[in-house]
C-alpha cells in the first residue's frame, strides 16, 4: 500500500499563491506518475496536473497552463503543486493522487484532500 499526506492548503485572495505538498510513503517503489485533481462544491473531480517519476514528464489541464508548476522530489518521495494567480475558481478541495499507470486517468492512491479557498 501508498499513503499520501498532503499539506498546504488555506485561504488566499484572487491574485495570490499557495504551494501543495504531497509526501508518498509505503510501497512507492510501485508509483510511476503522481499527481493533483480538484473538486469544488457541486461538480466532478477534475485533473489537475501530473508528473512522472522518471524523466519528470508534466502534463495540466488547460485551466491552469501557465499559473500552476508541478514538480518532485524522487528522494523525499514529494510531489509539489506550486499555484500562482490563484482565481476564485481555484476554490476546491485539492487531492493528492498516485499510481501506476503513467496517465494517471486511473489513480491508485489517494489523498485526503487539503481545501483551497481562493477570496475575491
Known amino acids: 500500500q501508498v499513503q499520501l499526506l498532503e499539506s498546504g492548503g488555506g485561504l488566499v485572495q484572487a491574485g495570490g499563491s499557495l504551494r501543495l505538498s504531497c509526501a508518498a510513503s509505503?510501497?512507492?517503489?510501485?508509483?510511476?506518475?503522481m499527481g493533483w485533481f480538484r473538486q469544488a462544491p457541486g461538480k466532478e473531480r477534475e485533473f489537475v496536473a501530473r508528473?512522472?517519476?522518471?524523466?519528470?514528464?508534466?502534463s495540466y489541464a488547460d485551466s491552469v497552463k501557465g499559473r500552476f508548476t508541478i514538480s518532485r522530489d524522487n528522494a523525499k518521495n514529494t510531489v509539489y503543486l506550486q499555484m500562482d494567480s490563484l482565481k476564485p475558481g481555484d476554490t476546491a478541495v485539492y487531492y493528492c493522487?498516485?499510481?501506476?499507470?503513467?496517465?494517471?486517468?486511473?489513480?491508485?492512491?489517494w489523498g485526503q484532500g487539503t481545501q483551497v479557498t481562493v477570496s475575491s
Open positions: 509505503g510501497r512507492t517503489f510501485a508509483i510511476n506518475v
Open positions: 508528473i512522472r517519476k522518471s524523466g519528470g514528464i508534466t
Open positions: 493522487a498516485a499510481g501506476s499507470n503513467v496517465l494517471l486517468t486511473k489513480p491508485d492512491y
